[in-house]
């Protein structure tokens, strides 16, 4: 269907020629500076046209995706989707709220067996992260936002005063936001291969300029775009004669054979276009490129200058990692000391495919929470 967006961007692209002709014509009856600023205007408006993100399409809009999943209403207006596995919440001890990562949505999960879930009495709920799945998009997302999305989740469930997150790669900074703003409903946190933004200040400019370039091209300059000019990013990755980062086309360089196996599999039977259509269910602007924007943009705050919780805080790391360098993730812990660190010598960056990893995870955060 042609919106008032995409009509206006095919006009402006096709008369944007007539108009410098046009601007030809009449220059030999104005004076140069009102040529220049008559110029400037044309192709200003022509431009801001072209780099206009496409509106998303809402789920339960008109036109727009069914809603399908349980739903919360969030106080300014939002809805939120979520999905739920293990105990009954009303008889769980443990209660888990789930962050997913790059092109996730809430059925993303801890993956382990009925026996380790009924023994521990764990409850897990995963949302859809505003924009992705069949969550609202929130043009204002930020990291505090993310938090408090959370936390308004967690009481609409009535999960009671505290609970639990874990936040699995990109996911992660949904982890990092609670433990900046909403640190006492927190029983305890856990980040899975969180990805890292190499422009956080408490990193040695030398170590996170040394991991940057080590990414490929495309991957550096849509960094680049997000953090300086994120107003351009949905027009750069959209511009197939540019730079384009590989982590989306699922072309990431990965050291560790396993993780190449893994996704290439995923590609091959469809799952990885599966799970990536569930995201970006509304629009790619709305859950991946915003998704880049707060994850690579100019944080808040810097998560090494966060004062020690009175929780427990877990991170898995894997050395053999091709998508976050371990040397920034071995730094944070280091800097952050009161991290509990837990690096996997043959680990990679899926970590949830490895074989009872998700069981180990929750056996380590559950059982010290409650020593």
């Not at 801890?110 to 995963?126: A, H, K, N, S």
């Not at 808040?300 to 050395?319: A, R, T």
């Not at 998508?323 to 952050?336: A, D, F, G, K």
């Not at 970590?351 to 069981?359: E, H, Q, R, V």
Request: glycine content about 8%.
């Amino acid at each position: 269907m042609l919106t008032m967006a995409s009509f206006a961007s095919w006009f402006y692209t096709l008369t944007l020629p007539f108009y410098f002709l046009w601007l030809a014509v009449v220059a030999g009856h104005l004076g140069k500076l009102a040529t220049l600023t008559l110029t400037i205007i044309v192709f200003s408006s022509w431009f801001y046209i072209l780099i206009q993100p496409p509106k998303p399409d809402i789920c339960g809009t008109p036109g727009g995706p069914p809603i399908t999943a349980k739903r919360i209403r969030l106080r300014d207006g939002r809805s939120l989707s979520y999905f739920e596995t293990g105990v009954s919440k009303d008889i769980a001890k443990f209660k888990i709220v789930l962050a997913h990562g790059f092109t996730g949505s809430r059925m993303d999960t801890l993956r382990t067996t009925t026996e380790i879930i009924e023994e521990l009495g764990v409850y897990m709920v995963g949302y859809d992260r505003a924009g992705h799945g069949e969550s609202d998009p929130n043009p204002r997302s930020s990291l505090r936002s993310e938090a408090y999305d959370l936390e308004e989740l967690a009481d609409a469930l009535d999960l009671g005063p505290t609970f639990h997150v874990v936040g699995s790669s990109l996911g992660g900074y949904a982890v990092w936001a609670c433990l900046k703003y909403i640190p006492t409903r927190l029983a305890g946190a856990a980040m899975l291969a969180p990805v890292i933004n190499y422009r956080w200040p408490g990193f040695p400019n030398n170590l996170s300029k040394e991991a940057y370039y080590q990414q490929g091209k495309g991957d550096q300059w849509a960094l680049r775009v997000a953090y300086y000019v994120p107003w351009l990013l949905n027009w750069w990755l959209n511009q197939s004669w540019l730079p384009s980062p590989t982590v989306i086309k699922g072309t990431t360089f990965l050291p560790n054979r396993l993780d190449s196996q893994f996704r290439d599999q995923a590609m091959s039977t469809g799952i990885f276009h599966k799970r990536m259509n569930l995201s970006i269910l509304q629009g790619v602007h709305e859950s991946l490129h915003r998704d880049l924007m707060v994850m690579f943009g100019k944080w808040e705050f810097d998560p090494m200058d966060l004062p020690p919780p009175s929780i427990p805080v877990h991170l898995w790391h894997g050395y053999e990692d091709g998508i976050v360098p371990v040397t920034l993730q071995r730094y944070i812990c280091h800097r952050l000391n009161w991290i509990k660190y837990h690096e996997l010598p043959s680990g990679r960056h899926f970590l949830s495919a490895i074989p009872g990893f998700d069981g180990n995870v929750l056996k380590t955060l559950l059982l010290q929470s409650c020593a």
